[in-house]
């Protein structure tokens, strides 16, 4: 039974700096977001504020939606993060369900769920800078003594980190299980059919119709919404808990 369960293969190189190679993470995700983006542009194509078509009700489902989960999330102050929060979902579960196209899921690269946490760091920090200022934002880091600043810097960075293996061990771990049925279920399609004289027919891994069926219904769909979700929900506690400052100096 082989079965690879490797990182993302180098699909070609790119003859400058000394040669760029480009793996099928970095294909599958520029796929998808061309997909993504010709889809959105489908969707706001044509709006109108009175008979609006199928697809224009759809779009304001799915914006209101999303700016009511915001708002309950994070406040008025946190509207303005809704399309990042909006597309940081859709490439996170889009991510993790495209291997049921047949691509390798690029959420089961820690080099992008890596780059979803980074961007969360910085736009968490960058709003503590600026609703404290850069003194405050210093200050914070020695609160409620100075003793505990080694503490709160790891406490910080360890943020990004937890978001980035959280995501990225549920989707490779789910990549890896499904891999290892798919071999079980052929390995054991060829035992049952052994005895039959005829090697077309025993190498049908027939066993494998049905059962994978139901575990990609999890870890494919359920997994990837229930990843995209909690990427999301840990993505606005965060900002919003810088925000809370700044909404005190404005209430103030």
């Given at each position: 039974?082989?079965?690879?369960?490797?990182?993302?293969?180098?699909?070609?190189?790119?003859?400058?700096?000394?040669?760029?190679?480009?793996?099928?993470?970095?294909?599958?995700?520029?796929?998808?977001?061309?997909?993504?983006?010709?889809?959105?542009?489908?969707?706001?194509?044509?709006?109108?504020?009175?008979?609006?078509?199928?697809?224009?009700?759809?779009?304001?489902?799915?914006?209101?939606?999303?700016?009511?989960?915001?708002?309950?999330?994070?406040?008025?102050?946190?509207?303005?993060?809704?399309?990042?929060?909006?597309?940081?979902?859709?490439?996170?579960?889009?991510?993790?369900?495209?291997?049921?196209?047949?691509?390798?899921?690029?959420?089961?690269?820690?080099?992008?769920?890596?780059?979803?946490?980074?961007?969360?760091?910085?736009?968490?920090?960058?709003?503590?800078?600026k609703s404290s200022g850069l003194k405050g934002w210093v200050k914070s880091y020695m609160e409620p003594t100075p003793l505990l600043l080694p503490l709160n810097i790891i406490s910080n960075l360890a943020t990004p980190v937890s978001?980035?293996?959280?995501?990225?061990?549920?989707?490779?771990?789910?990549?890896?299980?499904?891999?290892?049925?798919?071999?079980?279920?052929?390995?054991?399609?060829?035992?049952?059919?052994?005895?039959?004289?005829?090697?077309?027919?025993?190498?049908?891994?027939?066993?494998?119709?049905?059962?994978?069926?139901?575990?990609?219904?999890?870890?494919?769909?359920?997994?990837?919404?229930?990843?995209?979700?909690?990427?999301?929900?840990?993505?606005?506690?965060?900002?919003?808990?810088?925000?809370?400052?700044?909404?005190?100096?404005?209430?103030?």
């Amino acid at each position: 039974m082989d079965i690879n369960i490797q990182g993302p293969k180098i699909l070609f190189t790119i003859p400058v700096l000394g040669g760029i190679e480009i793996s099928e993470t970095v294909v599958c995700q520029w796929i998808f977001m061309v997909i993504i983006i010709a889809v959105a542009l489908w969707l706001v194509r044509d709006m109108k504020r009175k008979s609006i078509s199928g697809k224009q009700a759809a779009a304001e489902i799915i914006v209101n939606m999303l700016n009511k989960l915001v708002l309950d999330t994070m406040g008025k102050t946190g509207l303005k993060y809704a399309p990042y929060i909006g597309t940081l979902f859709i490439m996170s579960f889009m991510g993790s369900i495209s291997g049921i196209f047949g691509f390798r899921p690029y959420t089961a690269n820690i080099a992008v769920t890596a780059a979803f946490a980074l961007v969360t760091f910085v736009m968490t920090q960058y709003m503590s800078i600026k609703s404290s200022g850069l003194k405050g934002w210093v200050k914070s880091y020695m609160e409620p003594t100075p003793l505990l600043l080694p503490l709160n810097i790891i406490s910080n960075l360890a943020t990004p980190v937890s978001i980035a293996f959280r995501h990225f061990g549920n989707i490779f771990a789910g990549t890896v299980v499904t891999a290892l049925v798919y071999g079980a279920l052929a390995s054991l399609s060829a035992v049952v059919l052994q005895w039959i004289p005829n090697a077309f027919i025993n190498s049908i891994p027939f066993l494998q119709v049905g059962i994978p069926a139901v575990l990609s219904l999890y870890f494919d769909w359920f997994g990837a919404f229930m990843q995209a979700y909690i990427i999301c929900m840990l993505t606005m506690v965060f900002v919003a808990d810088a925000c809370a400052v700044e909404d005190a100096q404005n209430v103030a």
